[in-house]
Every structure is written in C-alpha cells, then in structure tokens.
T-cell receptor, first 114, second 111 residues
Framework: SAVISQKPSRDICQRGTSLTIQCQVD?????MFWYRQQPGQSLTLIAT?????????ESGFVIDKFPISRPNLTFSTLTVSNMSPEDSSIYLC???????????FGPGTRLTVL | LAKTTQPISMDSYEGQEVNITCSHN???????ITWYQQFPSQGPRFIIQ???TKVTNEVASLFIPADRKSSTLSLPRVSLSDTAVYYC????????????FGGGTRVLVKP
C-alpha cells in the first residue's frame, strides 16, 4: 500500500486568489489523480496527473483553472486558480495501486473561498 | 465505465450484519467490482474487490452472482466505527486505474 499526505489540510481563501495543494506519496507510483468532493457528495475526478507530461483532464475541468504539476513519481500539485465561492470543496489526491481499480487516497484538503 | 446503482442509505445496529447490494447491469467482461469505504473527513479506502463468486477478507465479504449484474457487500457484526459511506465501483483498471464514483451508500450503525 501507499501512504498519501496532503498540504494544506484546510484553508480559507479570498475570491480571486489561487491556492496550490501538494500531494506526497511515500513510494514511487505510476498513476496519480486529483478529485473534488463537495460536502455530503460523491467524488468527481478532476484529472490524471501524468509524470513528465501534461495532465489529462476530465470533462468540465480545464488546465487554466486547475493547473497540475507532476515533477516526479512521488509528488504532484494541484492549483485552484482565480477562486470563487463555487470552488469551496474538498480536494483529494490519490495514487494508483497494483490491483485493478485500486487507489490510495490522501486525507483531503478542505478549501473554503469567501 | 459501467454505471452502478446502490441504496442511498441504510441503518443498522451494533452486532448485526449489513448487506449492501449494488446493481451494475452493463458490466463488461473485463470489469472488476470494487468497494471503497469513506469515513467522515477522510479519503476513501479500498476494502474489497472481486470478479465472480465470493471474496472474503478481514473486513468484508463480496458476493457476485453468475451473471455479475449485481454484487453484495457484506459487513459482519458491524460496530459503531463501521459508520461510513460505501462506494461500489466497476471498471477494468486498464484505463490508468481511472475510477468513477457513484453516489455511495451511507451506513449508520446505531448502538
């Protein structure tokens, strides 16, 4: 299994600013992902963070709003740009495991935009 | 990715067995059935996975009928700490392990 840590654990930000969330894995992994989860709702995949190339975004998410970096096999960042209150959510990163459909999730970053 | 349908919520009492059934009528031949558990303020946790028949581990059992169009997650003798949201997912894992989460089942275990 992999242990995932995220920083910050929570933040309160002003409208129009940007926040970068860091995700660290305790071992090298091929696949990393970023999800968003509204309170009381299910998870929605934002993008797959590809090492050495641009992230692959899901429908409804764009690079200008959610730029992602993946400089190596243990680390990724997600930036939430030009934030609005609608971006208030929990952002989770995950790392792919060795079994089909297996992922290990971080604890999440709770973001509140005022 | 096959769509899944599961009950929105279930209540149970400590010591009882909880069974959550998930429908996945459009499951593909190569798809696995996977369940995740999410406690409040935590990320989801992989708990069990199967392809057919029955799978059991230290946390749960997963029953899959021959047609694979549904599956049942069984939690034996639940405790208060089993209160969580349980997600059923179906996928072959080939597409970079990309996962699609459905609505999940909110299980409340009462004393």
């Amino acid at each position: 299994s992999a242990v995932i840590s995220q920083k910050p654990s929570r933040d309160i930000c002003q409208r129009g600013t940007s926040l970068t969330i860091q995700c660290q894995v305790d071992s090298q992994v091929t696949m990393m992902f970023w999800y968003r989860q509204q309170p009381g709702q299910s998870l929605t995949l934002i993008a797959t963070a590809n090492q050495g190339s641009e992230a692959t975004y899901e429908s409804g998410f764009v690079i200008d709003k959610f730029p992602i970096s993946r400089p190596n096999l243990t680390f990724s960042t997600l930036t939430v740009s030009n934030m609005s209150p609608e971006d208030s959510s929990i952002y989770l990163c995950s790392a792919g495991g060795t079994s089909p459909n297996e992922q290990f999730f971080g604890p999440g970053t709770r973001l509140t935009v005022l | 990715l096959a769509k899944t349908t599961q009950p929105i919520s279930m209540d149970s009492y400590e010591g009882q067995e909880v069974n959550i059934t998930c429908s996945h009528n459009n499951i593909a031949t190569n798809d696995y059935i996977t369940w995740y558990q999410q406690f409040p303020s935590q990320g989801p946790r992989f708990i069990i996975q199967g392809y057919k028949t029955k799978v059991t581990n230290e946390v749960a059992s997963l029953f899959i009928p021959a047609d694979r169009k549904s599956s049942t997650l069984s939690l034996p003798r639940v405790s208060l700490s089993d209160t969580a949201v349980y997600y059923c997912l179906v996928g072959d894992g080939a597409a970079g392990n990309k996962l699609t989460f459905g609505g999940g089942t909110r299980v409340l275990v009462k004393p």
